[in-house]
């Protein structure tokens, strides 16, 4: 018979609250109150490239993004404006812990957990937006979710919603929560909020706006926990809040793909990618550089002169060259030749019409912003959180470093699961005590 720890599990990602944030949210009176049981560490390392779809998949797999297939957000696809993202899991190649869940005949839930369209999953509304002429919001989320269920989300908090802006969506995915423990109580159930991540990407990390989004969630914990009590089930709760990486402030956007096709490894037309010997792809802080299949030895030569030339040239902006082996030791794509690191301040971007382009919200150009992530996650100041509390959870431990890839690993356990051999370990917060709370 299968043992488990907790009745309900409830993992609440935060995306983009790091351990630089940890001093203000100890003080505000919900996470305050659960902090004085709560097992908690500030020094969690995200992944590399430390983004949303791959530290999402690394957490509920318990692998790397080399390992689980998600290695950025975006799918390389060069001659889309708009390449899709990776929205289905039907891209991750390793055991998820929803599914396994679901194995094991236990009920989930999941609402905008990234990389589960076409989940098995018991109440699924995943994150996932329209990308071709003859898609909708609609159409896309009943292809890919639990109709019924998203349906009847719609019907009654729809109107929070306005589209991606926050704090609209994430009051959207706070009363479809609430809605969901109080109707169904899923006893494994995922929840994405991005407010802290979408006002940082706008208005910078240390910004007015980023402080009130924090205020926000300690306010949306204080209302899960009512919940939780009012529904008679808080005793019987595993509750982890965790983020998926930090963030950093930025002032210049940078355009590698302008200089390989300066240098001639990327020919275009009607401003469309013809061909290429390399081609760069970006994940905000850091960057792919990936190479025409059978390239010729001194087609080779060219690339890696054009790419260590580019750092000559712009010292500041990259910081560092990692080699497809170095990548891929850290746990990036396995495919790519090279990635490059940006040094602070600086970002990446795919477009090519420009080589550089100084951060101006209303210059009109795509994907300006004031703060983002992708960097490598040792950088100082950039690790992230992971606080665990309630039944089955040990009481007051400091845990000290730990990984994104540890979290997967350590729910299945809380839960009598196992993701098989993984990457992560479990960590040593779990109660001995084998009985049901």
């Not at 351990?19 to 949210?25: A, I, N, T, V, W």
């Not at 479809?176 to 494994?188: E, F």
């Not at 030569?301 to 990548?327: D, F, G, N, S, W």
Request: net charge neutral; glycine share 8%.
């Amino acid at each position: 018979m299968r043992m488990k720890k907790a009745e309900y599990c409830i993992v609440l990602s935060l995306d983009a609250v790091g351990s630089r944030d940890f001093e203000y949210l100890k003080e505000l009176p919900n996470v305050k109150e659960l902090l004085k049981t709560a097992s908690y560490s500030t020094e969690v390392s995200s992944v590399y490239p430390s983004i949303t779809y791959p530290a999402h998949t690394s957490i509920v797999t318990g692998h790397y993004p080399g390992t689980h297939g998600i290695v950025n957000n975006t799918k390389l696809q060069l001659r889309m404006d708009s390449p899709d993202w990776f929205w289905k899991r039907k891209a991750v190649q390793k055991k998820t812990l929803y599914e396994e869940a679901e194995k094991n005949g236990l009920k989930t839930a999941a609402i905008l957990w990234p990389v589960t369209g076409g989940a098995r999953i018991s109440y699924n509304l995943p994150e996932i937006l329209p990308n071709r002429p003859w898609q909708s919001q609609i159409s896309v989320c009943m292809m890919n979710g639990s109709v019924l269920y998203e349906l009847d989300l719609d019907r009654r908090f729809g109107y929070l919603r306005e589209g991606v802006k926050q704090p609209q969506l994430d009051n959207f995915v706070q009363e479809s929560m609430l809605y969901t423990i109080k109707r169904y109580k899923p006893q494994l159930m995922l929840v994405h909020m991005t407010d802290v991540d979408t006002n940082r990407h706008l208005y910078g990390v240390d910004s007015r706006e980023a402080k009130e989004a924090l205020e926000r969630h300690d306010r949306r914990i204080g209302e899960l926990t009512a919940v939780l009590k009012a529904e008679g089930i808080y005793d019987k709760t595993a509750l982890f809040i965790l983020g998926d990486h930090s963030q950093m402030d930025v002032h210049t956007a940078v355009y590698p793909n302008y200089w390989l096709k300066e240098k001639g490894l990327i020919e275009t037309e009607n401003g469309k990618i013809k061909s290429f010997l390399a081609y760069a792809h970006n994940c905000d802080g850091s960057c792919y550089i990936y190479v025409k299949k059978g390239l010729k030895e001194e087609e080779r030569k060219r690339v890696v002169a054009a790419v260590m030339e580019l750092k000559e040239a712009m010292p500041q902006a990259i910081e560092r060259i990692y080699t497809r082996k170095e990548a891929q030791a850290m746990g990036a794509d396995k495919s790519c030749a090279c990635m490059l690191e940006a040094g602070a301040g600086y970002y990446f971007l795919d477009e090519m019409e420009q080589l550089t382009a100084a951060v101006d919200m209303e210059s009109g150009l795509p994907h300006m912003m004031k703060g983002t992530h992708g960097y490598h996650p040792d950088k100082p100041g950039y690790q992230t959180i992971f606080i665990a509390n309630g039944c089955g959870i040990r009481k007051n431990i400091s845990i000290g470093e730990m990984s994104l890839v540890d979290e997967g690993p350590t729910i299945a356990a809380l839960l009598g699961l196992s993701l098989g051999e993984t990457a992560g370990r479990t960590i040593d917060i779990l109660d001995a005590d084998t009985s049901l709370c």
